[in-house]
């Protein structure tokens, strides 16, 4: 299966910001003036020795992935601000002729999690199927609720395509016709939220978000191993550093250090940590990147293998 990752930043969209570019730029102007660049050869090696925090922005989409099996069937986590980019790359495949067939899950509906839906270009297109899955009964009428003439334009069942509403029952596992096969687990956050598992030819991924797992929920994190236990990839929630998950306490979120102790409790392979506080600079994550692989250093060097989530960012297994 292939992962895509549209929309990685929590709670609230947080586009670059012009001050940040600047700094960005002055940054890298300084280190290409003692460089002594003259071929296009060593520019290459330049940017791409470049710190992350240069070479890369985390993006400031919020939540929406997808997961393409290997037969291509896709399926979509969620529909935040990442979901207009994730439909403007759909429309150039069946989904622009009326003939996808897209299995949308949600974790839960809070705004960064569902304002994308409206700017989904497929929904617009008739003869495309929208499947909506999640545990929640009444999903429907959250999704027309989103989009009331208060809120926007477009009525939810005015959009052309086909909707469907599937209600997962607890426990359930769905198996698809192209072998995938998802699970789902709740998760602690206010209102609720989901965890949904892919597994496919051995393989296992799961996406983990928005969840909150502190020093107190240690047993809670044991008890959960049968679900999250030995992953292939975990994206998961880690959105504060440790400093803020105290003072943010009941929120929701997970600070990074905890991320990592609750992928090694799980004995996860591939951590990648997202929805990252839209308070945070590129600078500001990806040096909390380095802290969390001190943090796992420290923690006694397990076999796991620690990543940032960015927009854009590809994963295979
Ligand atoms: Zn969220
Ligand atoms: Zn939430």
């Known amino acids: 299966m292939k992962i895509k990752l549209y929309g990685v930043r929590g709670s609230l969209a947080a586009p670059l910001t012009n001050q940040a ?26 940017i791409n020795k470049l710190p992350d925090h240069l070479k890369y922005t985390v993006g400031g989409d919020t939540t929406c992935i997808t997961v393409t099996s290997d037969a291509g069937h896709v399926y979509m986590v969620d529909c935040g601000t990442g979901g207009r980019v994730a439909g403007d790359e759909l429309i150039r495949t069946e989904f622009g002729k009326g003939k996808g067939v897209l299995d949308l899950f949600f974790t839960h509906t809070h705004w960064d999690h569902i304002a994308g839906l409206p700017f989904f270009k497929p929904v617009y297109v008739p003869g495309n199927l929208i499947n909506f899955r999640s545990p929640y009964e009444d999903l429907e009428a959250r999704m027309i609720y989103q989009q009331v003439k208060e809120f926007f334009p477009m009525p939810f069942h005015g959009t052309a395509s086909t909707k469907k509403f599937h209600h997962l029952q607890k426990d359930e596992v769905i198996e698809f016709e192209d072998g995938m096969k998802v699970s789902f687990h709740p998760l602690k956050h206010p209102g609720g939220s ?33 679900f999250f236990g030995g992953v292939d990839v975990l994206v998961l929630d880690s959105q504060y550093t440790l400093d803020e998950s105290f003072a943010k306490f009941d929120w929701g979120h997970t600070s990074y250090t905890m991320a990592v102790n609750c992928a090694t409790i799980w004995g996860i392979k591939k951590l990648v940590m997202t929805h990252h506080e839209p308070a945070y600079n590129d600078r500001k994550v990806f040096d909390i990147l380095d802290e969390v692989i001190e943090h796992k250093r420290h923690l006694g060097g397990a076999p796991l293998e620690l990543i940032l989530a960015r927009e854009g960012m590809v994963l295979d297994l």
């Open 21 to 46: 570019y600047s700094e960005k730029i002055r940054e890298i102007v300084e280190r290409c003036i003692d460089s002594h660049i003259t071929s296009q050869d060593q520019l290459d090696d330049f």
């Open 194 to 226: 989901y965890a949904y598992k892919f597994e496919e030819k051995g393989k296992k991924f799961i996406f983990a978000t928005d969840a909150e797992f502190t020093g107190d929920d240690l047993d809670m994190i044991r008890n959960m191993s049968q």
